[in-house]
């Protein structure tokens, strides 16, 4: 038997007593105050059970570890602009090359990128310069940094002064006698256009004008050249004719050899007492060569090499022809239309704005707090490249305001960018009301 269930009986006997009148006789009142003391103490100690099983609960609720914020994400749309707009020349035909950027434009685009018009040979006039001068340096090359052999005039090539002016081709003076380094003499047939200068530079080289049509006409086999004709060395004839794809090869050969890349890249020579290039574009949006070219019919050519800077790694290299425009203004035109278009072409354009949001925070005690992108972001794209959005997400470690809580990655093609995700706001604690009142939520 229990304390506490003998005091109930011990109670039990004293109201009996009391209803039959016969307690207050039989009673000692020393029992009677032992009997008191214990029902006391009884009490006591149930009381306190209970106050303290409310104070273990107190204590519990209030450091008890709270839920972890609940996040939810959203990945941003994707994103894309309007393509590329690269005017081509509607007259006459156009080939386009561009080495660097393979990753934006594709494989493809260092054999024909772009191109209008037709295939078929076209005359090419004084392009063909630029042929002369890669086949007499196959035969004659100039080492890096020298001038090359010197060449002394005779008297049969200052007579050719002469046939060309009558001929109202492109000249310049060659004294009888007169000395010139190799490279000078190129340079006064490409700068220029010298017609006696290509014709007696060939004749130097090879000899005869029949041996320079034989090294020619090897040069071409060897490199593939097959829709190129050369029955001369200046281009005055309209028999030399070649395809716009073989006149692009051509101007990759003459960038690629750094003596016909120099030469063409120079406004004027000196040794003639500073004449002046016959490509007026040279320097103007990129341009660093190669040639021009017409017959005075109406038709005219241009072999051109470009430099882009694009915001890349590498800057473009942009090789180009032109067959049979109408006018000089309108081939210069749609150079600079094309070189332009494809600059504008690449774009860097905003995808994220600090501040943008992407999720949100919340707990159930009611605090919550916005989950946003901790940077402003810029992406680099060619042409309708869409951009495509992703975000990884990690558990904060203090639910603090501006904690790096993921990385949302944005890519376009090659190119990529990354922007901290970042809590924005400061998740409150609960109040010890609500932990008191949701115990089942507490706990971890």
Known sequence: ???????????????ELMATGAGAVAVDPQVRRSRRIRALIVTGVIVAVVLASIGGYVGWALTAPLPAPEASTSTPVDRAWDPAAIPLPTDGSTAIS?????????????????????TEPRSIAS???????????????????????????????????????VMGATIAAMPTGATMPLRSALGAMIIPSACNYAEAVANWAFGSQSAFLEATRAWLAAHGLTGTTIVEPTGISPGNTSTPADVLAIGKLAAANPVVAEIAATPSLPQLGGAPTTNALLGTSGITGLKTGNLGDGSYNFLYTATLDVGIDEPLQVTGVVLGGQTRQSV????????????????????????DQLGALTTPWGSSARIVAGADAKILVWSDTTATASVKMQTPRTFAEGEVVGELTWTAGPSSVRVPVVIDGTIEPPTDWWRLTHPGELGG
């Open 127 to 165: 392009i063909t310069k630029i042929v002369t001068a890669l086949v007499i340096l196959d035969a004659h090359p100039i080492p890096e940094g020298e001038a090359g052999p010197n060449i002394t005039f005779s008297k049969a090539d200052h007579d050719l002064y002469d046939k060309y002016y």
């Open 332 to 355: 210069n035109n749609g150079v600079i239309g094309v070189l332009d278009g494809i600059r504008a072409g690449f774009k860097r354009l905003a995808v994220t704005s600090e501040g």
């Open 98 to 118: 561009v080495s660097g950027g393979e990753e934006y434009l594709g494989e493809s685009a260092s054999g024909i990128w772009l191109s209008s018009g037709t």
């Open 1 to 15: 038997m229990t304390l506490h269930d003998e005091s109930r009986e011990e109670f039990a006997e004293l109201d």
